[in-house]
């Protein structure tokens, strides 16, 4: 609960149109999981003004405050789990300027991804970080986590496109990170400590994100597989032969399985893996690497390779792809999502390890992902509702980060750390790492009021003294 004289103060501070307290607040409680943290109370804000109004209120009181912006995150970075206040970003949803000289746009962080592609589009640009969310997820959401997507295989994650950032301090300062230059190296980079930092040190109101010229020609390959150690050798020679899709995407067996039926053609028998490649540039240029993509598909014992420019089918074979989350949680009823990378030519053996820790534990393992990455996103499902399912499967998810790290790997490739992994921080981070990590943050945020108890392993404090 806040108190009748703090809400006043809030409510002085932000203005009324901007505050919800009531069962409102329930549209803001829960991310892509679905689990909800109700929060005490709601800002929409509407300007810099409150936001810094926000934060130097929360200052005074002690309150927690969650930055979020399209809810559809998978790691629980934006669930209020000390109460407080969740700021949503959803307002700031303006693109202030597409500037194809400088291939930059200015965009606020409530823009939705895809808007982007679509504003960029007439002027012949695209960003390329497309989280398979692009239609949901809001830009802001993705700097916060360093999203990455299909075709980062190519063009590199978020931080790759990001020049510039305003943001405001706990303190409620202003601050502008990073020059509008391509280049630039005056100082640490603030920019990229807060690009990942999972709304955690300030709170992003504005970004100038780059942009690439669109390439003229996008073919699509799918390679139908007998098996998903054939997928993952695949990925490995691609990889040897120098060659660089625009996505390298896999389905395995148990994903198969799961959307045969939704695939916009029949698989033949003995296909029980899938590659979905595209092959992106000038027109000849495109054409000769998807040849090459193809003959090295056959070479690696697919069953028939199909290709096609653009059509309904690649449409439809994209949509099954990027609905696959949806689809996997649709179809079981409890179901945990990672996103391990490993490097390339450990692929197929950290796959065979998980699924003999998911048979260990009696819970399903299913996985696709960005395997040009090494990125996969190992499902850990169970048909069974209930604690002592989950219980299992959480079982199961610690043992698939060591073995991710163990072959030299992470515990989240793109997802982030949130709450739902920062059990495990330490596996991947020694102490000394997160020690300068905390105290980083304590620079921040010294009473901290973001976000706190996420990332890290802070230890137990108590629910904010309301
Ligand atoms: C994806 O690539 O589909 C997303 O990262 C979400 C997921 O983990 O499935
Ligand atoms: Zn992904």
């Given at each position: 609960m806040l108190s009748a004289e703090q809400l006043r103060e809030l409510e002085a501070a932000v203005g009324a149109a901007s505050l919800i307290l009531d069962e409102r607040r329930v549209a803001f409680a829960?991310?892509?999981?679905?689990v909800p943290y109700l929060p005490h109370a709601v800002v929409e804000a509407r300007s810099v003004a409150d936001i810094q109004a926000l934060l130097r209120w929360a200052n005074r009181h002690k309150v927690p405050v969650t930055p979020r912006g399209a809810g559809t995150g998978l790691s629980g970075g934006a669930l209020a789990v000390r109460g407080g206040v969740v700021l949503s970003m959803a307002r700031f949803n303006r693109i202030l300027e597409i500037d194809p000289v400088n291939r930059w746009a200015v965009v606020e962080p409530g823009v939705i991804n895809f808007q982007l592609q679509e504003a960029a589009a007439p002027h012949g640009l695209f960003y390329p970080p497309d989280p398979a969310s692009w239609e949901s997820s809001s830009l802001g959401g993705n700097v916060a986590e360093d999203a990455g997507g299909?075709?980062?295989?190519?063009?590199?994650?978020?931080r790759a496109y990001v020049l510039q950032l305003e943001a405001v301090l706990p303190s409620g300062e202003v601050i502008t990170c990073g020059p509008r230059t391509r280049k630039g190296v005056a100082g640490y980079s603030l920019r990229d400590l807060l690009i990942g930092s999972e709304g955690t040190l300030a709170v992003i109101t504005r970004m100038v994100l780059r942009l690439q010229p669109k390439p003229a020609r996008t073919l699509t390959l799918l390679a139908l597989l007998p098996d998903s150690a054939s997928a993952c050798a695949l990925a490995a020679t691609i990889n040897r032969e120098g060659l660089t899709p625009s996505a390298l995407e896999f389905m395995d067996e148990a994903a198969v399985e799961l959307v045969r039926g939704d695939l916009p053609m029949a698989l033949p028998e003995g296909c029980r893996s899938l590659l979905l490649l595209e092959a992106d540039g000038g027109r000849a240029e495109a054409e000769e690497l998807a040849e090459r993509l193809g003959h090295l598909c056959g070479e690696a014992g697919a069953l028939d390779v199909w290709m096609a420019e653009g059509g309904e089918k690649a449409a439809r074979l994209w949509e099954v792809r990027r609905r696959l989350s949806h689809t996997t949680r649709e179809r079981f009823a409890q179901k945990l999502s990672e996103d391990i990378a490993v490097p390339l030519d450990r692929l197929q053996e950290c796959l065979e390890a998980c699924r003999r820790l998911g048979q260990a534990k009696g819970v399903h393992v299913l996985a696709y992902g960005h395997l040009g990455d090494g990125n996969l996103h190992v499902n850990v499902l169970s048909r069974e509702e209930g604690e002592a399912s989950l219980a299992r499967m959480w079982q199961v998810v610690e043992e698939i980060f060591r073995l991710a790290v163990d072959f030299g790997g992470t515990i989240t490739a793109e997802h982030g750390v949130g709450c739902w992994k920062q059990p495990y921080i330490g596996i991947e981070l020694s102490p000394q790492s997160e020690q300068l990590q905390m105290n980083i943050k304590r620079l921040f945020d010294p009473n901290n009021i973001l976000n706190p108890a996420k990332i890290f392993s802070w230890p137990q404090i108590e629910e904010f003294d309301a």
């Open positions: 829960a991310d892509e999981l679905k299909p075709r980062c295989v190519k063009y590199g994650v978020t």
